[in-house]
């Protein structure tokens, strides 16, 4: 087992809007969402009703299967609004922020064992920030992984930079390694000269390469591939920063800094925020821009009205694309289109910065080139033929072809580089649903 | 939402509106952006790979014709006699198979796919000039009926359908896809009957023994063919095959933009090569291997029709395998078969039904090793 991985498969989308290394705005929450929404695998149940008191860590819905799965709202405050859409699916339960915050105490000791550590994070409403592989839901409490993997660095298009982010966090980042190790033993993946390559009490892993070479999933394949029957957690580093905090501090405190992207982003930086903040209040929105949480490849639609979710420390505005150009495809040149293809000129100017949208740039076809997906899956996979089992429901053959080592993001870059245009996020999305479904 | 209806002749009408603007459809679910390629650009680079080996073709036509009949042709009239030859092909080729796609398009409800762009502008190239229209016709309509759409159009068939349209030809009518006498245009030239006189391939002189292993000339009775000759591509055979300078040319383009992949096309150069030196040291023929690669339509074959991403191999390591035997059983049909000699187009078509298998192999050894990896793991 290496601990130094240099990954050679991948693309680095040059996309414009990189967030400046600088706080442009700090959000006072105001109304704040906690949406079940975000959780894989949460069916919700309410413990709360409008115009109920909380404090920043108090529950207010917890899963209904396993009902000591709490989640708590960021702030404290009053309980505005229960949100509800089709067929009263829970969508958000609002919570009006007090001027002066007031915490549930957790008790700032660290956890002495596994129990202590899961009792914590279920209390603290932190226990959906673990996150199970296979399938990419949300961790089982009464289960035990064979690790815990985290990955320091995203090298998704303009993502936040958390050397910046986290960097002076680093007690914190300690303190959730301290007590996710009780579980099981933490690996951690560093990018090259990372502030976090010094944490004790864990494997760290140096990792290098374009993207998707910081995607958690890539760095498991690499250092322990998952087969059937295993488990692993996984958690990002903004929430290790958060479990830390609560065993140094008692207090639950998922202000981060979001950075703000994209090439239609009046303005780039970071603004701390909670999240369930309202898009609005972190950013203006111009006419016909999409606002999506997360990164261009992965991230959610949020549109302007919409909250940022509790894993997002990234949104994106972009352009929409519905602008036809004329002869596009049969041009020699395009300098405004960016391609990874040879079949365009975008390897004459590598380092330039396109002001990307969101059109599709043709029409959906069956598959004709195969090798470019390869070409972006760092993984010893073939992404081709796990594609094409989940296309076909095939259990046996997903499992052959390693379904329990993706997630749709691991193969994010496949969406983008196929010029068949197929949705393969959505296609695997499709088949880990299945695999769900038929392994339960 | 609900999925608007479509008129029944939205996907004629996408078809054109789509070849002139590029859709204007946005993202949806997955990945926000997409990269500025569409299948579109990727079989125009085809198409592009091929202009040299048709514009040296279209000449070398003239070419053959003035050489046969004795004329005193300038290059231009070389040239435009083999383009006025070609452009009826072109025309047939592309209205027959391009109906037939935009049909069964129609009928299935999608958008009409682009892969015929190429098929088309292959299929003229690898058959005799001279071929009755009706005849290409038919043979169009049954490789895109038959072979493509059949099995669900562009990216689902099993076989090259530009390589089934000529095997369609080869097999339904071979006294005018094969023979000493069809591979030079001579009708329009007006010259009188000439059916006489000999203008067989060097592949088929040496076939016959023509070759010399003193001068490394391919000679019959009338004609006579250097290395260089062949190299250059001034040689009678179907269009597209004969110059090795210009498919290297398309070779390159493909090879650099990777629409195709270079790992087939030097496999089945490395297949050919080993066994036309197998060949040879076995007495089955006197021809060095090097030969093989210019004669007939091996290298066409090995650059265009082979690698083919739907019908070839599709795991990298497949690749090698498919590439390598493509290649090797070409020129064992050559060598040891005595009615037909040239064995690019059987030898593709043949790995074409292979190549699942290939792959098949590939990924199992693969699953196998990670299976294993697991439990030591």
Known sequence: MSNNLALKKGLDIPIKGAAVPEVIKTVSPDVVAVKPTDFKGLVPRLLVKEGDAVKAGSPVMADKQRPEILFTSPVSGTVQQIVRGEKRKLLAVLVKADAVQDYVDFGSKAPATAVETKDLLLKSGLWGSLVQRPYGVMAHPEETP????????????????????????????????????????????????SPFAGVSNAAVHTVSGPHPAGNVGVQISHIAPIRKGEIVWTVSLLHLAAIGHVVNTGKLELTRKVAVTGPSAPKTGYVTA???TPVKSITEVGEGIRVIGGDVLTGEYLGAEGCIGFFDNQITLLREGDAREWFGWAKPFRPKVYSSSWCYFSWLTPSKKYDMDTNLHGGPRAFVQTKCFEDVTPMDIFPIYLIKACLAGDIEKMEKFGIYEVLPEDLALCDYVDPSKNEIQAIIGQGIDLMIKEMA | ?????????????????????????????????????????????????????????????????????????????????????????????????????????????????????????????????????????????????FVKECFGGTGMNIWNPALVARAFLFFSYPSSMSGSSVWVSKTWAGLGDVDAISAATPLAMAHDGGFDAATGVISSANQSYSFMDMFWGFIPGSTGETSVVAILLGALILVWTGVASWKIMVSSVAGGLLVGWLGQMAGATAVPCYYQLVMGGFLFGSVFMATDPVTAAQTETGKWIYGFLVGALAVIVRLWNPGYMEGMMLAILFMNTMAPLIDHCVVSVHTGRRAKKALTA
């Open chain 1, 274 to 276: 909670l999240p369930g």
């Open chain 2, 1 to 145: 939402m609900a999925e608007e209806k479509k008129p029944w002749w939205y996907s004629t009408y996408d078809a054109f509106d789509t070849f002139l603007r590029v859709p204007g459809t946005v993202t949806r679910k997955g990945a926000h952006v997409r990269d500025g390629i569409d299948l579109k650009r990727v079989m125009i680079m085809v198409v592009i790979a091929l202009v040299p080996a048709a514009l040296f073709g279209m000449y070398n036509v003239g070419l053959q014709t003035a050489t046969l009949y004795g004329l005193e042709w300038s290059f231009l009239q070389m040239f435009f006699y083999g383009l006025l030859r070609m452009l009826p092909l072109f025309v047939v080729s592309y209205v027959v198979g391009l109906a037939i796609e935009f049909a069964s398009s129609q009928i299935r409800g999608e958008e009409v796919n682009e892969g015929y762009l190429v098929t088309g502008f292959l299929i003229p190239l690898i058959v005799p000039v001279d071929v009755p229209l009706w005849m290409l016709a038919l043979a169009v309509a049954f490789s895109v009926i």
């Open chain 1, 146 to 193: 064979k690790a815990i993997f985290v990955s320091s660095f995203s090298t998704a298009p303009l993502a936040a930079d958390s050397a910046f982010v986290l960097g002076d966090a680093l007690k914190d980042i300690q303190a959730g390694i301290d007590a996710l190790a009780k579980i099981a033993p933490v690996h951690i993946g560093v990018a090259k000269g």
